[in-house]
């Protein structure tokens, strides 16, 4: 007997949901990893991260600015 095409349709979104779950994990695995490795070269210094921090909220505010509407 041949499954139906719901059947078929849910078990490809339950892939496809577990698909993207790995995905994510690896993603962040691999970020944690290349941090580490950077932070042990001496590539990145606290006070870099520090800097890089405040660049990147200063980003988000100017972002935020433009999403706000005029007054």
Do not use: C, K, Q, Y
Not at 57 to 65: C, G, K, L, T, V
């Amino acid at each position: 007997m041949e499954p139906s095409i719901g059947t078929l349709l849910t078990g490809l979104l339950i892939n496809l949901f577990w698909f993207a779950l790995v995905l994510v994990a690896v993603f962040f695995v691999v970020r944690a990893a290349v941090t580490s490795a950077l932070r042990r070269a001496g590539v990145i210094t606290p006070s870099s991260a520090a800097a890089l921090d405040r660049e990147d909220e200063a980003h988000r505010r100017a972002i935020d600015d433009e999403r706000r509407p005029e007054a």
